[in-house]
């Protein structure tokens, strides 16, 4: 069961299955919206949300019917606010032919939405799960101790795994132009559900970002604090004296241009970098703070080892409903 919400500066789902009939409306000719950064601030469409959705769901005049099918459990509402709270439900079952073993997923949660003024919005939310997955999931957990899309899993009654989830962020909006938001989730580049430049199939993670627009132009920085939960093991370190698993930061540049309706090209930079990459190193380095200098320059010029990626993403609307995109990344790129 899935419940929609429609705050004002609150965040798109991310997910193919949800934006599937949203991408009706954001991918077309006539459209100037800026669709490959996700997720996407509701504020910046140029449509309602509810208007799209509420084609595809029935509005029940039995109040219990409509709290289950087609809207949130709470609605508190204004003249300054409005604040909304759903619960969380996912059961699904499954066979396994080849161990003839039957797989399941149960999922328990919330989600808390709202908006205070014009200016700032939050989300919140939170899932715990237990599951027992197909044979090829299944392998794939054992060897990394990662369930995929979700983070680490724990061993439940011997043949399944548990795992928990929790999201949330503050958005900040001034007028139509600058936006700001802290959260702790996940992002996407990308205008399918793949990406070369930044995936959304990993576990949620701490981010700042800044995002600008005008004229045909919007431009992301993301800064994100990332973890390796293998690195000690992977490397033959002892943990014994750290504190939580190994970081590494992220530090992201995106300049994405609308040429017109029809065509848009975006460029985009990172840098990934170990804390205390090396002897005597304080760990965080703020020369990569910089939200617009080019950082495959600065890595340079600081004789650094970090990791960068320079890359590209195009769109083009073709006829009959459809588009051509593409990604084309580099990664370490030099010159000498």
Same mark, same amino acid.
């Given at each position: *069961?899935?419940?929609?919400?429609? %705050? ?5 789902? &991310? #997910?193919?299955? =949800?934006? /599937?009939?949203? @991408? ?15 997720? *996407?601030?509701?504020?910046?469409? %140029? ?5 799209? &959705? #509420?084609?595809? =769901?029935? /509005?029940?005049? @039995? ?274």
């Amino acid at each position: *069961i899935c419940f929609y919400s429609y %705050s004002q500066h609150t965040n798109l789902l &991310l #997910g193919r299955s =949800y934006a /599937s009939d949203i @991408n009706r409306e954001l991918y077309t000719a006539g459209s100037n919206i800026h669709s490959s950064f996700k997720p *996407i601030i509701q504020s910046n469409l %140029s449509f309602q949300v509810d208007s799209v &959705l #509420g084609n595809y =769901y029935k /509005s029940y005049e @039995n109040l219990y019917l409509r709290k289950i099918f087609s809207e949130h459990l709470m609605i508190l509402e204004g003249p300054d606010y409005r604040v909304i709270a759903s619960p969380i439900v996912n059961f699904s079952t499954g066979k396994e032919l080849i161990d003839s073993k039957s797989t399941f997923v149960n999922t328990r949660g919330y989600l808390i939405e709202g908006d205070l003024g014009k200016k700032i919005s939050f989300s919140t939310s939170f899932f715990e799960n237990q599951a027992i997955f197909s044979n090829y999931i299944d392998i794939y957990i054992k060897d990394n101790k990662v369930v995929p899309g979700q983070g680490f899993g724990r061993e439940f009654k011997g043949t399944g795994f548990d795992y928990a989830m929790s999201s949330g962020y503050v958005t900040y909006r001034q007028q139509n132009m600058f936006t700001l938001q802290f959260g702790h989730g996940k992002n996407f580049i990308g205008d399918g559900y793949r990406s070369l430049l930044l995936s959304d199939n990993t576990f949620n993670y701490p981010y700042l970002k800044f995002q600008t627009t005008f004229w045909k132009v919007q431009y992301t920085t993301l800064y994100a604090e990332l973890m390796d939960i293998n690195y000690f093991e992977t490397n033959g370190l002892s943990n014994w004296d750290q504190m939580g698993y190994a970081k590494k930061y992220l530090s992201s540049h995106y300049l994405s241009l609308n040429t017109n309706n029809k065509f848009n090209i975006s460029l985009f930079e990172s840098i990934v970098w170990r804390m205390n990459h090396a002897p005597g190193s304080s760990g965080f380095d703020v020369n990569y703070l910089n939200p617009i200098a080019m950082l495959r320059p600065m890595e340079f010029s600081i004789n650094s080892p970090d990791n960068v990626l320079v890359g590209l993403n195009t769109k083009y609307k073709l006829p009959f409903s459809s588009y051509l995109y593409g990604q084309f990344v580099l990664d370490e790129f030099s010159i000498t």
